[in-house]
């Protein structure tokens, strides 16, 4: 058997936005690596494979074609599917990769796919859902800053992305706002969910926003995990829509209109259209606000905040999903089905994004950053 029929890893969707930024980041800090990169077009895998400086092979596959899919996936040690969208893959890649002998990763994922791979049985392998942007860094950035405190008590947090939307990401998003991912206008409050706690806001004054934002409330399944691993005891989860209103109103019009597929993928067309008025004439960005309140060592009142300000999305995801394909392959992680922010190293994580060009703005502080944040012009 050569060398390139054995991959350290298999791409799936390799020269998709996520998965170039993957392979890049997997490049970077494994460059003895041996690859498999695949997609429908594999003029496109080749392409990649020559441009990334691994060795390796470029293969087509049809994530729908059990065949094609179980040949792509046989003889690797590890398959990254960056294959969308997420709510129509689901676990098809992950069962594929077990069946193989092969460990899994996936920037997507959430609650369905975990219910997925854990409902019909045991899962054989190790897979590691949710090693994206967000969720991902929106799971494991927050737990990092809860360990700086002795007792975290309140987290607040602001998560605002503004960048180009396809029709399959469109779907993904609206479905994770649509209850399987979480629940809109949830909290946490005395350590449990709480039903439409809180309200969308206009005209918000927000530290580190470029002007005033929109803001909807989200409490995610990834947010809710957060008081049984880190002790909180409260949190509000908004959402930040920055540079014009056009997609915080459409979710608003949205939220529960949808009703099978063809209703999907008109809604999504819609988010899509939203997207782009947002977008036009502006810069893509990330933008991520967090601040727990509780107690240090010394048992007195303290506060840690962090802010991430990026530039592009994709980046920030394939580098996250990259980061959990070389921690699975170091070999500490236990089979079974892990969340991205429970086998991440927020060390390790956060250099990486220090390092990342995409990356405009990363800080780590020892006093609020949202205390004077506000005031608002109104809710919807």
């Not at 946490?188 to 530290?207: F, K």
Request: hydrophobic share 45%; proline share 5%; with cysteine.
């Amino acid at each position: 058997m050569s060398e390139h029929s054995t991959p350290a890893v298999a791409v799936v969707g390799a020269y998709g936005a996520v998965g170039e930024a993957a392979v890049r980041a997997i490049a970077a800090r494994m460059p003895d690596a041996v690859v498999r990169l695949g997609g429908r077009d594999r003029g496109r895998a080749e392409t990649l494979l020559a441009k990334s400086g691994l060795r390796g092979e470029a293969s087509e596959v049809d994530l729908y074609d059990g065949r094609s899919l179980a040949a792509f996936c046989r003889g690797a040690r590890t398959v990254l599917n960056c294959a969308g969208p997420s709510y129509q893959v689901l676990d098809r890649v992950a069962w594929a990769a077990a069946a193989a002998g092969a460990d899994y990763v996936d920037p997507g994922g959430d609650e369905p796919l975990l219910e997925a791979l854990t409902r019909p049985g045991t899962f054989t392998g190790t897979a590691v859902i949710t090693a994206g942007m967000q969720p991902g860094l929106t799971g494991l950035l927050p737990r990092h800053l809860c360990s700086t405190l002795s007792h975290p008590r309140r987290l607040t947090a602001y998560i605002g992305t503004m960048d180009r939307l396809t029709p399959a990401g469109a779907a993904d998003y609206l479905l994770s706002m649509g209850g399987a991912y979480g629940e809109a206008r949830g909290a946490i409050r005395g350590g449990i969910r709480v039903e439409r706690e809180l309200e969308p806001r206009t005209g918000v004054e927000l530290a580190y926003a470029r002007g005033r934002v929109d803001v909807y409330p989200y409490l995610s399944f990834e947010s809710a995990r957060l008081p049984e691993i880190t002790g909180l005891t409260e949190i509000d989860w908004y959402n930040v829509f920055e540079g014009g209103a056009h997609m915080m109103n459409c979710l608003s019009r949205l939220q529960g209109a949808m009703r099978g597929e063809s209703a999907l993928a008109e809604a999504a067309g819609e988010l899509t259209r939203a997207a782009a008025l947002d977008l036009f004439g502006r810069d893509p960005f990330q933008l991520m606000l967090f601040e727990v309140s509780g107690t240090d060592d010394d048992g007195r009142p303290a506060t840690r905040s962090l802010v991430l300000r990026a530039g592009d999305t994709y980046a920030l995801t394939g580098l996250a999903a990259a980061l959990a394909v070389l921690a699975v392959l170091d070999g500490g992680t236990e089979p079974g089905v892990h969340f991205g922010s429970d086998v991440l190293d927020a060390g390790t994580v956060l250099a990486a994004l220090r390092a990342e060009p995409a990356v405009e703005l990363l800080e780590l502080l020892d006093r609020p950053i949202l205390a004077d944040r506000a005031m608002e012009e109104g809710e919807l």
